[in-house]
């Protein structure tokens, strides 16, 4: 616990840190940075496209929910010196972060069920219904 409050700088910029993992786990698919190769004098080289790589995503995503006693406590000081409820904050994680944003192992602790798999083909995501035969 702190002994004493901290100057406003200090809450501001742990309250950034907070909004800032909010808002990129939060990101949408269509707005993450897609790997690219571009080429160089060099040589080819790997890039990405503007935006949020999805391993930031995921970070972010772990800071707000993990259950793991490093992101867990990481989650708390930050939320200390914001003078925010850790379970709060999580809680409201949960509500603004999609779940197929979230990896597996958390969606398996927090026992949300796996997202149906995209469909690419045009197929229709919905099962077929076998037909009745006419008496």
Do not use: Y
Request: charged residues 25%.
């Amino acid at each position: 616990m702190l002994s004493e409050r901290l100057p406003v700088p200090e809450i501001q910029l742990a309250a950034a840190v907070i909004h800032r993992a909010l808002e990129d786990a939060a990101t949408p698919d269509a707005r993450l940075a897609r790997p690219r190769m571009i080429d160089t004098p060099q040589g080819p080289r790997r890039t990405f496209t503007p935006g949020l790589k999805p391993q930031e995503r995921e970070e972010a995503v772990r800071f707000l929910l993990d259950g793991a006693p490093n992101w867990r406590q990481a989650r708390e000081a930050w939320c200390e010196i914001a003078d925010l409820c850790p379970l709060r904050l999580r809680r409201s994680a949960l509500a603004r972060i999609p779940h197929s944003a979230m990896p597996a192992d958390i969606r398996r602790a927090l026992r949300i069920p796996e997202p149906p798999p995209a469909v690419s083909d045009g197929a229709s995501p919905i099962p077929a219904m076998p037909m009745q035969e006419a008496a």
